[in-house]
């Protein structure tokens, strides 16, 4: 079974400053690798998706992320964040045979002024 | 494009009684998915949806949740009878299969008493 570990609970940092979230997997075969975005009160917003080729992926709102197979990594990063990136930040992967996502505990991030 | 929506948005009731949570996915896509997240977890598949059949609903605690998708469009998710543990935030997301990505309503944020 598939199954996503984000080590860091929470992160703060500086507006303008780069942002990096980790995101380690457990999965069999080729992943199909995810990463969301919930602001308070509100639902889930896909950032970005990887299934295969370019191991660099571009998503929305400034953000990219890298999938290492040799690490079972796919970490999200920012170069410069803004005060709205504030927000809960969830790792998933999904299995190829079916469409079911397993996600990570996620990670809180606070930006300060 | 009219995103997934979901009613009521918060609900508040006393440990035994029932509730029920509606969703509408968006037009056309043929897979939904309920989702618990319960605070500082990520969400937690409960079951899925194709068209109005059951998928996957291994997760699904049977003997207080029961969930219908009628017609393959709307579903309805009920806890009955509700226990203080289920507090949570209910989310349910539609995919149209393609490229597996899901798409989420804003949730709906359950407090029992």
């Known amino acids: 079974a598939q199954s996503v570990t984000q080590p860091d609970i929470h992160i703060t940092v500086s507006e303008g400053a780069s942002l990096e979230l980790r995101c380690n997997y457990s999965y069999g075969a080729t992943p199909y690798l995810f990463w969301y975005v919930q602001s308070p009160g509100q639902g889930l917003q896909l950032l970005l998706k990887y299934f295969s080729g370019d191991t660099l992926v571009q998503g929305i709102k400034g953000f990219e992320a890298e999938f290492k197979r040799s690490q079972s990594s796919f970490n999200l990063r920012k170069p410069s964040v803004h005060w709205s990136d504030a927000a809960e930040y969830f790792c998933a992967v999904g299995s190829s045979n079916d469409y079911k996502l397993s996600f990570g505990a996620g990670t809180t991030v606070t930006v300060r002024a | 494009e009219a995103g997934v929506a979901q009613s009521p948005r918060y609900k508040i009731i006393e440990k035994r009684q029932s509730v029920a949570f509606w969703c509408n996915p968006i037009s056309g896509h043929a897979t939904l998915y309920w989702y618990q997240q319960i605070l500082g977890q990520g969400p937690k598949l409960l079951i899925q949806?194709?068209?109005?059949?059951?998928?996957?609903d291994s997760q699904l605690p049977k003997d207080r949740f029961s969930a219908e998708r009628l017609k393959g469009v709307d579903s309805t998710l009920k806890i009955q009878p509700a226990k203080l543990e289920d507090s949570a935030v209910y989310l349910c997301?539609?995919?149209?299969?393609?490229?597996?990505?899901?798409?989420f309503g804003p949730g709906t944020r359950l407090t029992v008493t």
């Open positions: 949806f194709q068209n109005n059949g059951v998928v996957d």
């Open positions: 997301a539609s995919s149209s299969g393609e490229y597996y990505e899901q798409y």
